[in-house]
């Protein structure tokens, strides 16, 4: 045994030390071959209804999931999915992230063709990308020597990597083909669209419309706003159902809470809030005031949530009561700050909020702005949406003006 | 020559006498090889000196007393000697030496009068001429007259019937002489010029005496080249046909100097012609001045060396192809050069001249800091313009003035209201030697530039400014013509309907704005697409095209002005373009533009140009464009229903305009935001915005906008009932 295997031992003991097997808050939610989600997902039960009510329309929808930034998106849209894999086995459901550069009816396309792997031309389709195939597919063709010793041999060699020409047309070929055998549908979900920026997505919405009214069902997560404001989507009609996503409210993540522990317990215990036991090894007063902090946004939860136990397993806690949770909540403000690694521009911008407090473009002065050395709001917007997804920031809920404010930890230890 | 004043006795005449003995006996020894006397000079470098001058006239007594160097006419022939070989001179002091070939011409010519000797009187007489041409002292206008009459005293003895060859040599110099002359009618001069040259050129055919009919199709070329009668399309042609000529005989190969000197010649002319490719001119003209520097070195031929550099930086600083920021750098690294030459001291002309072109490169330059850049300009025209005197060099001085003038127009430092004032000072004094009738190009010019520094300026009423403008662009277009300055009457058109343009924007008067129109049509007609003068037409277009749309709602208009801006925003590139003008105009065209495309249903491309105009202009200086274009921006947005990012830039717009204090666009901030709250459903809030807006346009006599902002006002009270009626 050498000195780090003991540092492992204590670590896992550490984490055994508060009842659980393992730290069960992560940065994404799990993937959907994972049975995790169905412990952990919790809440939006009015929203899962919306979605499911579509469901049982024989025509083909399109859906639009949008929220801020870590509000939950691609869980709800993987929760949606794996619901759908187990009622509807009949009907593929195709997930994916939408790739850098690529646009929709090739993403979508790409999706299809994975799920179809007994398809030879799904195949085909994938393999012509480059993007790794099941089978590998190899071109046969014939050289015949020139000369009068007849010889005859077969090459094998690569096919070359093309995407396709026409994605659209490629992709309606291929929904074709998957008719024919899933007559209920297919179902494609692309998630995080609000990784490109606004404009490019609006593009590509405004390039892709003829294939979201084409033969399958969409479920798209995007931007919080913007696409959902514009014409394309508001008033051309492009999605049947436009999903806001809010923050939880406080009795929702003191379920989550619940149900991330369980998920993770040792000894499964009681999951009634009623019960003291559920939010163990947090206190009831330490797991509210943790709600409270996490303003009911998932990541941050899940972010401050592995910061305080990881900190309370390095202090050999076996209760987070409302001391220990200062302390890890303490180590997370500079452990979110060094995981954002902000431009000089962006710290200026997060010095000063903490500074300012709350700010919005209704409040904010033009000296404001000239201490920051900009002249308008929106210059600083970017920078403040930065902070956001960096949880050192949140967006106030208030629709006649853009507001942030800092996110309310206390002070880091000297 | 015998100054008035001084007494004989008390000039010290020893030295003088014994470097006379000495020169004396180098010449005898030297049977005509002019190279060792050259040596000898260079030999007693420091005994050409003010003192040799002073004596200079008193000395020949002594040396023919001597008896050493023959009769009376040996010596003075010793005289017209030394006159030719110290004038030539490349070494010392050359206003010094200039001054002793005068003073020995002079001495000799007491010797021979010319009822005695006419030969030889008529050959100091031309050689006197050839001295003040030359002269660095004095008056400048004086001496060409001396030098005008001493030719001409040379050609009473040499007529064209006994002495062919040498009437022809003085009809030539005269030629040259008149070219240059300062005194009389300028146009009338450059007439005598011509005549002069071409009678040299009957005696002197290709076939008799090349070279000197060489020498002289080069003096006509740089007649014809000046020349302000006739068309001046046709002139330039003529000057590049005579330098053509006279390459004929002067290959690089026998006359290697004189070739060198007429493709320098004919670079100038390149420079400046009309007729066919201005491209394609400029190219050849660098071709011809790069020729010239292969013989031309720096230690060979250094006076020429630096004309040549002059040149090449001229034809660098109007080239067209290639990079714009590197053929200025390489306009300024040739006038450096030949500014190594052209010293005060020496060559206080050229000095002057080249100073001026080099103000005029960093005046256009587009590297470094443009204020830093400037401010070299302004001191290199000062510096210039102590040589370049009224008196000595009315010609340069005026357009040294005029270039100080734009040189101010332009100028970043120091305090904008003065410096155009100073600016317009400048040109006025211009103009009062540029006149129209001698130097026709220069007058206009002048007027050009004095109608755009009214058009800038400041101090007095904006609509007198404008109308002054207006009325000096006219007065500039009576030269400027299409047929005479092609590129001048296009840019001097751009700027007449640019100053309509802004006329219009203080009457209301659609009449200035068909006018605008119609001259940038014209103007765009003959432009070469991409180039800056193009850009600028089309811009100017686009404005000029949206203001009366404006006026008259005719779509057709809004149609032309959109293919204007569009027109001028695809020809903008980095390279081609300079950088002050990109600034201004890249983002100030981009949001007109995007803000037109937004409103005719393409709003993804509008409100791409949009974005990016407000983030070039988030970084200049203009902060009323920024306030614009950021409220066109949330106008866009406010057209597609994007009431958060409408609201968002509507906000940013009325806090930049109320940092600028500027009401109108408070006013129109308030008026959309006001608008957008209510669409939102916060209808207290927007209607707030709106009375305030109500109340601004009120102030502002804005009639029909107050009438909007009480319909969209009453339609959010209407709203607002009518949801408070619903039962919740």
């Known amino acids: 045994m050498t000195a780090a295997d003991d540092i492992f031992d204590q670590s896992t003991s550490n984490v055994q030390g508060l009842g659980l097997c393992e730290i069960p808050f992560t940065e994404s939610p799990p993937d959907l071959e994972s049975e995790t989600l169905q412990y952990i997902f919790t809440g939006r039960e009015a929203e899962l209804r919306r979605v499911f009510n579509l469901f049982q329309s024989r025509e083909r929808r399109r859906v639009l999931v949008y929220g801020r930034i870590g509000i939950g998106k691609s869980a709800f849209l993987r929760e949606v999915l794996s619901v759908l894999r187990r009622k509807r086995p009949q009907m593929p459901t195709a997930y994916i992230s939408l790739p850098a550069d690529l646009d929709l009816a090739t993403t979508a396309l790409i999706a299809v063709a994975r799920e179809m792997a007994d398809d030879e031309w799904a195949q085909r389709q994938l393999y012509q990308m480059g993007i790794p195939t099941a089978k590998i597919l190899k071109e046969r063709s014939a050289e015949a020597g020139g000369n009068l010793v007849i010889s005859g041999k077969v090459t094998e060699k690569d096919l070359p990597i093309t995407k396709p020409l026409y994605p659209t047309v490629s992709l309606d070929t291929l929904l074709e083909r998957a008719q024919e055998k899933y007559p209920q549908g297919v179902v494609i979900a692309i998630d995080d669209l609000d990784k490109r920026n606004p404009s490019a997505v609006r593009q590509m919405m405004h390039d892709a419309q003829g294939m979201l009214k084409g033969r399958a069902w969409f479920i798209l997560t995007g931007h919080p706003m913007g696409i959902t404001g514009d014409l394309l989507t508001s008033e051309r009609g492009l999605f049947d159902l436009q999903l806001k996503l809010e923050e939880l409210d406080q009795p929702t993540t003191y379920k989550m809470l619940i149900n991330y522990l369980n998920s993770a317990r040792i000894n499964k215990g009681s999951t009634d809030p009623d019960d003291p036991r559920s939010v163990l090894p947090f206190t009831p007063e330490a797991a509210k005031h943790f709600c409270e902090v996490s303003l009911g946004k998932p990541r941050l939860f899940n972010r401050l949530g592995n910061t305080v136990l990881d ?32 431009s000089v521009q962006e710290e200026r911008v997060r010095a000063f909020l903490e500074q300012r407090g709350p700010i919005s473009d209704e409040t904010i002065t033009y000296e404001d702005l000239e201490q920051l050395g900009l002249r308008s709001f929106s210059e600083i917007l970017p920078f403040l949406e930065r902070l956001e997804a960096a949880d050192l920031a949140h967006q106030l809920d208030q629709d006649d003006s853009k507001a942030f404010a800092p996110i309310a930890l206390p002070p880091a230890l000297e | 020559m015998g100054k008035g004043f001084g007494q004989p006795k008390v000039v010290p005449t020893r030295n003088a006498t014994q470097f006379m003995r000495a020169f004396g006996k180098c010449y005898a020894k030297a049977k005509g090889d002019k190279r060792q006397v050259e040596q000898f000079l260079q030999a007693n470098l420091a005994k050409l000196d003010e003192h040799l001058l002073d004596a200079l006239s008193y000395i020949f007594p002594k040396l023919l007393a001597d008896q050493k160097f023959g009769d009376k006419q040996n010596v003075a022939t010793l005289f017209l000697v030394f ?50 041409v030359d002269r ?11 030098a005008i009459a001493a030719y001409e005293l040379s050609l009473q003895v040499y007529t064209r ?7 022809a040599m003085s009809q030539n110099n005269l030629g040259n002489v008149y ?16 005549t002069a040259c071409e009678l040299s050129l009957q005696v002197r055919t290709r076939d008799t005496s090349p070279e000197e009919w060489a020498m002289s199709q080069n003096n006509l070329g740089n007649a014809y080249s000046n020349r302000i009668r006739g068309d001046r399309a046709e002139n330039l042609d003529q000057a590049i046909m005579a330098y053509e000529l006279s390459l004929q005989i002067y290959t690089s190969d026998t006359f290697p100097e004189e070739w060198a000197r007429s493709q320098n010649n004919l670079s100038d002319a390149y420079c400046n012609r009309i007729r066919g490719d201005r491209a394609e001119n400029i190219e050849r003209a660098i071709v011809a001045s790069e020729l010239s520097l292969q013989i031309y070195t720096r230690d060979t031929l250094p006076e020429y060396w630096a004309r040549s550099q002059n040149n090449l930086g001229n034809a660098y600083q109007a080239r067209i192809r290639g990079d714009k920021a590197e053929n200025l750098e390489k306009a300024i690294a040739a006038y450096d050069l030949s500014l190594q030459v052209y010293t005060r001291a020496a060559f206080p002309e050229d000095w002057a001249r080249s100073q001026t072109n080099l103000s005029a490169a960093y005046g256009n330059r587009i590297r470094g800091e443009r204020a830093e850049n400037l401010e070299q300009a302004l001191a290199a025209y000062e510096l210039s313009l102590q040589v370049h005197t009224r008196e000595a060099f009315p010609e340069a001085w005026a357009r040294a003035e005029n270039n100080l003038g734009t040189a101010y127009s332009n100028r970043i430092r120091g305090d904008r209201a003065q410096n155009l004032e100073q600016a317009i000072t400048a040109y006025e004094l211009s103009l009062q030697v540029c006149t129209r009738n001698a130097f026709p190009e220069s007058w206009a010019r002048s007027k050009h530039n004095l109608a755009s520094a009214y058009c800038d300026r400041i101090l007095g009423e904006q609509s007198d400014n404008l109308r002054t403008a207006v009325d000096l662009y006219q007065e500039a277009a009576q030269v400027f013509t299409q047929e005479a300055f092609p590129l001048s009457w296009a840019e001097n058109q751009g700027c007449l309907a640019e100053a309509l343009i802004n006329q219009a924007s203080l009457t209301d008067n659609s009449d200035d704005l068909d006018t605008a129109i119609t001259l940038l049509k014209e103007a765009l007609e003959v432009a070469v697409p991409g180039s800056p003068g193009f850009i600028d037409s089309q811009y100017r277009l686009g404005n000029a095209l949206s203001r009366r749309f404006e006026l008259n709602q005719n779509a057709n208009d809004l149609q032309d002005a959109l293919k204007a801006y569009k027109t001028a925003l695809d020809a903008i590139s980095p390279e081609h373009y300079d950088r002050e003008k990109i600034w201004q105009a890249l983002p100030t065209t981009q949001s007109v533009l995007g803000s037109r495309l937004v409103r005719e249903g393409q709003w993804q491309e509008g409100l791409q140009l949009l974005l990016n105009s407000v983030r070039l202009l988030s970084e200049g200086d203009d902060q009323l464009a920024h306030a614009n274009a950021l409220y066109q921006t949330g106008r866009a947005h406010e057209t597609l229903s994007d009431w958060d990012n409408a609201r968002l830039y509507y906000r940013d717009a009325l806090r930049l305009y109320e940092h600028l204090n500027d009401q109108p666009g408070i006013a129109q901030s308030r008026h959309g935001l006001g608008s957008v709250l209510a669409s939102q459903g916060y209808f207290k809030k927007g209607m707030a915005e709106l009375q305030q807006a109500r109340d601004l346009y009120q102030q502002l006599d804005r009639q029909n906008r107050v009438r909007e902002v009480d319909n969209l006002y009453q339609a959010a009270q209407r709203a607002e009932q009518q949801l408070s009626e619903v039962p919740a």
């Not at chain 1, 900190?311 to 954002?340: C, F, H, W, Y």
């Not at chain 2, 070219?179 to 011509?194: C, P, V």
């Open chain 2, 83 to 132: 006159g030719n070989t110290v004038g030539d001179f490349p070494l010392g002091d050359r206003a010094l030496n200039l001054e002793l070939s005068i003073a020995a011409y002079q001495v000799a010519l007491k010797v021979y009068p010319r009822d005695m000797f006419p030969q030889e009187w008529a050959l100091l007489q031309n050689n006197l001429g050839n001295a003040y």
């Open chain 1, 311 to 342: 900190t309370a397993a390095n202090m050999q806690a076996t209760l987070i009561d409302s001391e220990v949770l200062a302390q890890g909540l303490k180590a997370a403000a500079p452990e979110l700050r060094e995981r954002a690694a902000l």
């Open chain 2, 161 to 167: 019937d006994t002495f062919p060859e040498e009437w």
């Open chain 2, 179 to 194: 070219s240059n002359r300062i005194r009389g009618d300028r146009a009338e001069n450059l007439e005598q010029a011509i």
């Open chain 2, 136 to 146: 660095i002292r004095g008056d400048r206008a004086e001496s060409l007259e001396q």
